[in-house]
């Protein structure tokens, strides 16, 4: 079994107009709900044996803090530019692109991109990801190139605002 494991990056904050969007950092909330949601995952599992970012700004942020919260080496984070604002078919070619001996990956990614493959996936149907949500989806697959809809299974979905339980 695989695990897929998507993350949307944290709240960022529009402060600074003169910022592109890429620059835009964490805004406070992001700050605080980032650690959240990784202690959060390290309590429910899995923690992932892959990091795959997109290179903005509060998107590293958002891989970096939750990553802090598993135990995983901020390191090892992969930025890939590819997932800056990616489509649904992008995303997954990222996921496609795994390499063998990775049982659990975390994607961390933007909207609205992250929600439409969410939608793609099992019988999921959200019309949003919060800032901060994570959604695991487990595939009966051999290997990551081998991922589809329909070997696709929701394991949970948890976002900043949600009571435990």
């Known amino acids: 079994m695989l695990q897929l ?24 909330r992001g700050l605080r709900n980032v650690p ?24 590293l942020a958002t891989a970096r803090g939750v990553a802090r919260e598993v135990g995983y080496r901020e ?23 795994t390499p063998a001996g990775v049982d659990a990956l975390m994607v961390v990614g933007h909207n609205p991109g992250l929600t439409e493959l969410a939608n793609r996936l099992d019988d ?3 019309d949003n990801m919060p800032t901060a949500a994570m959604l695991c989806v487990e595939f009966d697959a051999a290997s ?13 979905f ?4 949600k009571q435990p339980g």
């Open 124 to 126: 999921i149907r959200l």
């Open 36 to 59: 959240e949601m990784g202690r959060r995952l390290a309590r429910r599992g899995p923690v992932p044996g892959l990091v795959v970012s997109s290179p903005a700004v509060r998107a």
């Open 5 to 28: 494991i998507l993350l949307r990056h944290g709240k960022s904050s529009w402060d600074d107009a003169r910022l592109d969007d890429f620059d835009r950092p964490l805004a406070p």
């Open 158 to 161: 948890d976002y900043p605002k």
């Open 144 to 156: 990551w190139a081998d991922i589809r809809p329909a070997n696709a299974e929701l394991c949970w």
């Open 75 to 97: 390191d090892r984070i992969r930025e890939a530019p590819e997932l800056y604002l990616a489509t649904p078919d992008e995303i997954l070619a990222v996921v496609h692109a």
